[in-house]
Nanobody, 124 residues
């Protein structure tokens, strides 16, 4: 299984970006796919995810601004990020797993497969 994250860039406060996570080797339709981010010197934190291709979950810090979506036909998961803030600056990584239980969706250690990350920088 390979994951490829893309779509990051340098934007200004209030701008939008859409990140993509493309999967190969196994279908996303029953996977739990999560977006995480890691800022310099900080721990990796959960941003948003789908539990087994269905129920979406969001971190409180991004609710109302970020939207996770999926295209099973393309085996991709997207993260639409609106009203970006400087505190959203981080490397964003996508992860997938097929064995996670619902209570572990927000735990990075529960995911076995990771993409390489894409950098999002929000200037003030």
């Amino acid at each position: 299984v390979q994951l490829q994250a893309s779509g990051g860039g340098l934007v200004q406060t209030g701008d939008s970006l859409r990140l993509s996570c493309a999967g190969s080797g196994r279908t996303f339709s029953r996977a739990t796919v999560g977006w995480f981010r890691q800022a310099p010197g900080a721990e990796r934190e959960f941003v948003a995810g789908f539990f087994r291709g269905g129920t979406p979950y969001y971190a409180d810090s991004v609710k109302g601004r970020f939207t996770i979506s999926r295209d099973f036909g393309k085996n991709q998961v997207y993260l639409q990020m609106n009203d970006l803030k400087p505190e959203d600056t981080a490397v964003y990584l996508c992860a997938a797993d097929w064995e996670i239980i619902m209570s572990s969706v927000r735990l990075s250690r529960a995911y076995d497969y990771w993409g390489q990350g894409t950098l999002v920088t929000v200037s003030s």
